[in-house]
């Protein structure tokens, strides 16, 4: 099982009732083959960055969800079937995730080991050029 | 940084500016010692959905601005390039504009 991210357009001039029926869909897809469904957020209307089939503005939704490669594969076949959906974007997030929280768990550790020893010796060069500017 | 850099005979030159962030090049002018934001700010997460981060590192024409100018590690940059990248697919920022 992989968390994956992804991120999608729908047409600016779809009905709120058809982006509820796609997104009906797309979770009975993940839920069908045994995945979760973590997080959907609604962007809403937002400006593209460059026109898409000559649509300058997307209603961009974000889904989180962890699921098998098949999955993945359906969702995008869907989305490249449906014309409702202009763009979208998969990125899977597992491993960074897992990266980040290493990273914080490092930075934490470090914070905790610098006030015990570290800081006479990392505030000795700070300390001198600073007095100086204030006067 | 600046007291061990003063104490040397050839400090004559850098005497002028008197800020001790400016680095002595070998020539005549001063630099500004530029260091990476994602080090200094201890951001870890460059992610692709953060436009506002990122268009700063975009030249107006949308082009990725090169680490010569904008000073950010190479560690960084790499990350940094790849999510520019990723947005760019997604339409969050443009591939070039005119």
Known sequence: MRIYEQLFIVRPDAAQEEIEALLEQLGGVIAGAGGKLDKVEKWGLRKLAY?????????????????GADVVKEIERRFRVSDLVLKYLTVRIDERLKWLEKRKKQREKRAQRKPAAARPAAEGSPMPGEPVVKE | MAEGKGGKPVSASQQPTGTDKAVVT?????????????????????????????????????????????????????????????????????????
């Open chain 1, 51 to 67: 026109p898409v089939e000559k649509r300058q503005e997307g209603y961009y939704v974000l889904l989180q969800y962890a699921a």
């Open chain 2, 26 to 98: 070998r020539r005549q002018y001063f630099r500004r010692k530029k260091v990476c934001r994602f080090c200094v700010d201890k951001i870890d997460d460059i992610n692709y959905k953060d436009v506002k981060l990122l268009s700063a590192f975009l030249t107006e024409r949308g082009k990725i601005v090169p680490r010569r100018l904008s000073g950010v590690c190479a560690p960084h940059q790499r990350r940094l390039s790849n999510a520019i990248k990723q947005a760019r697919n997604i339409a969050l920022l443009p591939f070039t504009t005119r």
